[in-house]
């Protein structure tokens, strides 16, 4: 589903990506993890084209992305991004979020948008939020209403770029609530979080991410209980006091 | 010091002449300046900067050199090229839209970059296109911060338009002048003058400043 060969990246003279390989398979939920700088953030922009790369190549449903790619568009339709902040649009409703794209890109009738929207919103539980703008919202409902809006493009892979670092500790079980409903759905997912519990109980596969390597790369339960490279250990140390 | 009314009220059709000239001259200058504006503020934000550096020139060149000097190249030098006969007003229109357009620029540059770059990141990776990213997202919440900046600029204009009567055209001030000519009495007309451009400057502070208000209600 995801194939990504050998990616280098440097922002200036500072190489972030030091030639990462990953194949994520359809259905797999990979949760990535590493201390802050490591990449995390970068690779995923990447697989979403938002961040140009120097070397290597990404596959995603069959679309190839190079660093001389122009048709980018194509590919961001078929992938869903979640963002640390949200980042909603403040200047439309909630329900106007979520039907901007489908009815601009996929060149849905607003009635069929609308239509899907609403049992989007039912599905992350804000069905009763349709009318009102973000700022009126909760950082969980925030960030739930990204979820609807990203899954709106019927994407056939979801990026979460630690969807839960901003919030409240009371409203990050919501938030993870529907992205297990989502991995339990069948959706290919890819997850950047601090949320080892969640990592321990959803993710197929953990990836350990280090100075912009992958260190290590394992099911969950081994991983955590056996971490075999010396910086996740430490990493691990110190995450599960 | 005696005030003379009379000559106020003989010159009075004049004045509102002159002003609804004044008025007209400005709002144009508004118009395509806003236009041509925007345009130069696209060509500022080009990421390559030899195909950046003509907007930056043209931007710096009408903020760093006097409106006068301006107006003058414009009507003596550039505008006798276009046309056999120049027109003051004309010259007064295009030399304002020049004028105006690089202030405007750096207005819509300003509010386009104040909005969150993670707002066109949000757009893009739903798979809108740059222009799409822009017109349903970017622009929308940026025009609004961009409303009070524009409604100074067009204060601004309106009193700087004044300099149109250096090269004779029939506006606001140059009437104000002409009691200096006939009665060599300096008080009446341009006292007058400047009443009627600071009812209108003031009408226009008190609306930008409504209009602020409101939008930051809204935020
Ligand atoms: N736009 C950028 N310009 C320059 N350097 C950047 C940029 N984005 C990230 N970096 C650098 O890249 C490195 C990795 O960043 P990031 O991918 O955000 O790490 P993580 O998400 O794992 O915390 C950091 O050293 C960061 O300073
Ligand atoms: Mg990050």
Redesign the pocket.
Known sequence: MIKIKNIHKK??K?E?LKGINLHVHPQEVVVVI??????????L?CVNALEHFHQGEIEVCGITVSPKSKELNELRKKVGMVFQHFHLFPHRTVIDNITLAPIQVLKQSKKEAESKAIALLEKVGLAEKKDVYPSSLSGGQKQRVAIARALAMEPKVMLF??PTSALDPEMVGEVLAVMKNLAEEGMTMMI?THEMGFAREVADRVIF?DE?IIMEENVPNVFFEHPQNERAKAFLSKVLL | MDFRWDIVIEYLPLFIDGMKLTLLISLLGVIFGSIWGLLIAFGRMIKNGWLRFPFSLYVNFFRCTPMLVQLLLIHFGVMPLIMSTPNAVISAIVTLTLNSGAYMAEIFRAGIQSIDRGQTEAARSLGMNQIQAMRFVVLPQAIKRMIPPLGNEFITLIKDSSLASVIAAHELLYYGRAPMGHYSRPWEGLLSAAFIYFVICMTLTVIVDKVEKRLKIDD
């Open positions: 922002f200036g500072n972030v590493g201390p802050s700088g490591s990449g995390k953030s970068t690779l922009r770029d630690e950047v991410m912009g």
